[in-house]
T-cell receptor, first 113, second 111 residues
């Protein structure tokens, strides 16, 4: 298996633009997590899915953030409109079971100018 | 203005020495713990895990110790190598199955 795949690896956009981050979890994993990592706040859980259903989105900072998982092999995290304070590295992770080892993707480094 | 960020604990060791990275966890009901390694520009990677019914677990060059009395976890790396330079996170599985990550410790290995 290729592991968790994220795209793009880097994204530079201007304030106000829509940004869409993509993730392909490891096949067979039932849980998918979206994290944000910044120097200010470290690694933060934004939202996670179980069997494509959003379970806990309490970490999503604002209504500008939304996440979907239309099928078991694909998820998106969308920011609309983006703001400079959204600049961070966004990680997607998947696991076979909740509360156990999570496999992280390489991350998407987002810069909002 | 001046930015204020997380002040990651930093450990600097000489190549070949042993490293010990510490982590305090908050919930006495947590029953599973993981150490992750994050190299620059990469996502966190699993190193070793331990369940709360154990005090010690060994892997290749790494050992995790769990002291439930004081809610303390440590990661020992034997014969530290330059490739071990990274940020190390501990994570605990809480009663509701949530995994919570610590702030991390930056390990720097000097040649």
């Amino acid at each position: 298996d290729a592991g968790v795949i994220q795209s793009p690896r880097h994204e530079v956009t201007e304030m106000g633009q829509e940004v869409t981050l993509r993730c392909k979890p490891i096949s067979g994993h039932d849980y998918l997590f979206w994290y944000r990592q910044t120097m200010m706040r470290g690694l933060e859980l934004l939202i996670y899915f179980n069997n494509n259903v959003p379970i806990d989105d309490s970490g999503m900072p604002e209504d500008r953030f939304s996440a979907k998982m239309p099928n078991a092999s694909f998820s998106t995290l969308k920011i609309q409109p983006s703001e400079p304070r959204d600049s961070a590295v966004y990680f997607c992770a998947s696991s076979f079971s909740r509360g156990y080892e999570q496999f992280f993707g390489p991350g998407t480094r987002l810069t909002v100018l | 203005g001046e930015s204020v960020g997380l002040h990651l604990p930093t450990l600097s060791v000489q190549e070949g020495d042993n490293s010990i990275i510490n982590c305090a966890y908050s919930n006495s009901a947590s029953d599973y713990f993981i150490w992750y390694k994050q190299e620059s520009g990469k996502g966190p990677q699993f190193i070793i895990d331990i369940r709360s019914n154990m005090d010690k677990r060994q892997g290749q060059r790494v050992t995790v110790l769990l002291n439930k009395t004081v809610k303390h976890l440590s990661l020992q790396i034997a014969a530290t190598q330059p490739g071990d330079s990274a940020v190390y996170f501990c994570a605990e599985k809480r009663y509701n199955n949530d995994m919570r990550f610590g702030a991390g410790t930056r390990l720097t290995v000097k040649p």
